[in-house]
C-alpha cells in the first residue's frame, strides 16, 4: 500500500470486473472500486484480471508440451486459491482469496502432487480474511500469517494475525505488535535463528516474534525508508537485502546482529513502477537476482550489476510488477511476467544466469497477469502454479538437481518405529536459498528439510513431518539437527529416507520401519 499523488495514481487505476476460481463474485457488501483506489491509496488488485479468454484444446496443449499438467482434482476453492506454503509434513496449504478457508494440497500414495487431492482445513478466526499478507512455516512446524492489504478484500491494511498449528488443525489469534495500527502487506522473513520477523506497511519500524510469549519486540534502527513493497531476501551471512521502493534506486541490509539496516548501495537501474518492483531470489552462486516493475532487472553479488531486460512483446514492455519467482533445482530462476502495471497476459522466463529465456505458459496465462500468479516450489522439484482460478498447474522443468547444493545426511537411526519421533542430523538442510518469491504481498520460503520415506515393496510414499530445527540460515556449511514424526500409519518394512529441501533430495538412506 501507498499514499501517492492522486494524479499519478490515476494512471493505474485497475477496475476489476470479475473474480477469478469458480465463478464468484465479489465479497458481499463490497464494490469493484473498493479493489482499486480509494483516499489516494494505491493497491495491488485484490482479484485476478476479468477471464475474458476461454482456455481452448490448443492452450491446453502447448502448456503440456511446455511441462503444465493440471492437478487432477477438483479445486474446491470458492474464490480460488491464493497464497501456497509447503508445511514440514509435505503437504501444501492454500488459502482462499479473501476467505478465512484453507485447504491442504495432499499428494498420493506414490507422491504424485498431480494427482493429490485437496483437504479442508481449519479456517482462520472468523474476523480473519487476509489477501496480500505475511507469512512463513516457522522453525517448529507452524504456519503464521500477519496483516493484509485486505480483509474480506476491503482494503483494510489490517493487523490481525494468526498461528497455525497442523497437529492440532487450529489457528491461534496473534495480536499485533504493540503501538502498530497497521501490518497490512507487510514483508517477512524467517532469520537463520529462527526469529520470524515482520515489516508495517506503512513505516520504517520492524518487529520480531517470541513465539513462546506471543509478544513482539521492535527492532531495526536506521532504515531508510518505508517497508512498502519491499521484498526481503536472507543472504548467506544471515543479513536481509532489500530493493527499496519508497527511495529506490537504494538498497539496504538488515543486520540481526545489530538490529540495524545499512545502505548495500545503488542500483544500476531502475527496477520501479507504479510503486511496484518484482521478487528478488538468492541463486546458487549467492548471488540475488532481482526483477523489476519497469522490465529491467539487476543482479547484487555484494556490489550491483545490470541483468538482462525482459523482452518487449507485440510492442509492449514485460515487467514483472508484483509477481512470482522461484528458484528451480539447476539453479536456474523460474519468474512470471506481463506487459505492464496489472495487465495480462502472463508469460514465463527463465533466468540461468545470463539470460531470459522464453518458455511455454500454463493454459490460462491469456486471462492473468503477473501479480495474481503464485509459484511454489514442491519436494518433488516441480513448481505449484495458483493464479486464483479453479486451474492449478504444476510445471516439470528440464535439467537435473544441482548435487552440489543437496542436502547430506550425516545421522539418522536405520531402525524406525511408526508413530515415534527421532532426530536427524546433516549439512545443508535448508538449502542454499529461500527458493520462492514475489515481494511484500506473498511470502512463500521453502527453506527448511522435509523427511520423505519410501517403501522398498509397495513403493509408497510417506513425509514424516520434521519440527525443532536447529538453524533457518541458507548456505550454511554447519550441521543442523531437526526431528521428524514417523506417520503412525506409514508401512512397515525395509524403505529408504531422505531429506528433501527445496526440491532437492539427499542420497538416500536406508531404513527399517516396524
Known amino acids: 500500500m501507498h499514499a501517492r499523488p492522486a494524479a499519478a495514481l490515476a494512471a493505474f487505476a485497475f477496475v ?53 499438467l493440471p492437478v487432477t ?13 509447503l508445511m514440514t509434513d509435505g503437504t501444501v496449504m492454500v488459502q482462499d482469496l479473501c476467505s478465512p478457508a484453507w485447504y491442504a494440497l495432499v499428494p498420493d500414495a506414490n507422491g504424485n502432487y498431480v494427482n493429490g487431492q485437496w483437504i479442508a482445513r481449519a479456517s482462520l478466526p472468523s474476523n480473519y480474511a487476509p489477501l496480500y499478507f505475511a507469512s512463513a512455516v516457522l522453525s517448529d512446524g507452524k504456519l503464521i500469517v500477519n496483516g493484509g492489504e485486505y480483509n474480506f478484500c476491503k482494503g483494510a491494511d489490517t493487523t490481525l494475525g494468526a498461528i497455525y498449528d497442523p497437529v492440532a488443525n487450529t489457528w491461534t489469534p496473534v495480536s499485533p505488535p504493540s503501538g502498530w495500527s497497521t501490518i497490512g502487506d507487510a514483508a517477512s522473513v524467517v532469520l537463520d535463528n529462527g526469529t520470524y520477523m515482520i515489516g508495517n506497511c506503512c513505516t520504517s519500524t520492524q518487529a520480531q516474534f517470541n513465539e513462546a510469549a506471543m509478544t513482539w519486540t521492535v527492532v531495526g534502527s536506521g532504515k531508510a525508508d518505508s517497508d512498502s513493497e519491499e521484498g526481503w531476501t536472507l543472504l548467506r551471512t544471515g543479513s536481509v537485502l532489500t530493493a527499496d521502493v519508497s527511495n529506490a534506486p537504494n538498497s539496504e541490509q538488515f543486520s540481526p546482529s545489530a538490529n540495524a539496516w545499512s545502505s548495500a548501495g545503488t542500483l544500476p537501474v531502475n527496477l520501479v513502477a507504479a510503486a511496484e518492483i518484482g521478487p528478488q531470489v538468492l541463486r546458487p552462486n549467492n548471488s540475488v537476482f532481482v526483477a523489476g516493475a519497469t522490465g529491467h532487472t539487476a543482479i547484487y553479488h555484494g556490489s550491483w550489476v545490470q541483468g538482462p531486460d525482459f523482452p518487449i512483446v507485440s510492442g509492449k514492455q514485460v515487467d514483472v510488477a508484483d509477481g512470482p519467482a522461484t528458484l528451480l533445482t539447476n539453479g536456474n530462476v523460474l519468474v512470471a511476467g506481463s506487459p505492464g502495471i496489472y495487465k495480462k497476459p502472463a508469460s514465463f522466463y527463465i533466468f540461468d544466469g545470463q539470460k531470459l529465456k522464453s518458455i511455454g505458459a500454463p493454459p490460462n496465462a491469456a486471462n492473468d497477469s503477473s501479480y495474481n500468479v503464485r509459484l511454489l516450489m514442491l519436494p518433488t522439484g516441480q513448481v505449484l502454479d ?37 532426530s536427524i542430523s546433516g549439512i545443508r538442510f535448508n538449502g542454499i536459498s529461500q527458493a520462492n ?22 513403493g509408497h510414499v510417506f513425509y514424516a ?24 500409519t506409514i508401512e512397515t518394512g525395509a524403505g529408504t529416507l531422505v531429506v528433501v529441501t527445496n526440491g532437492i533430495a539427499s542420497t538416500a538412506a536406508s531404513v527399517t520401519v516396524e
Open 73 to 85: 482434482a477438483t479445486a474446491p476453492f470458492p474464490n480460488g486459491p491464493g497464497t501456497e506454503l
Open 386 to 422: 495458483a493464479d486464483g482460478s479453479s486451474d492449478v498447474e504444476i510445471y516439470t522443468p528440464a535439467g537435473r538437481p544441482n548435487a552440489s547444493i543437496a542436502p547430506k545426511i550425516s545421522s539418522v537411526p536405520t531402525t524406525l518405529v511408526h508413530g515415534n519421533t527421532y
Open 465 to 488: 513431518r520434521t519440527h525443532g530445527h536447529s538453524f533457518m540460515g541458507v548456505g550454511s556449511k554447519r550441521t543442523v539437527t531437526t526431528m521428524f514424526d514417523v506417520p503412525a
Open 437 to 458: 518469491a514475489y515481494g511484500d504481498d506473498v511470502q512463500q520460503a521453502t527453506n527448511y528439510p522435509l523427511v520423505r520415506i519410501t517403501n522398498n515393496a509397495t
Open 16 to 68: 476489476l470486473a470479475a473474480c477469478g476460481g469458480n465463478g464468484s463474485s465479489l465479497p458481499a457488501g463490497t464494490t469493484t472500486a473498493q479493489h482499486t483506489l480509494s483516499a489516494g491509496v494505491h493497491r495491488t488488485p485484490a482479484l485476478p484480471p476479468p477471464r475474458l479468454h476461454r482456455v481452448t484444446a490448443a492452450d491446453r496443449a502447448r502448456a503440456l508440451a511446455a511441462g503444465w
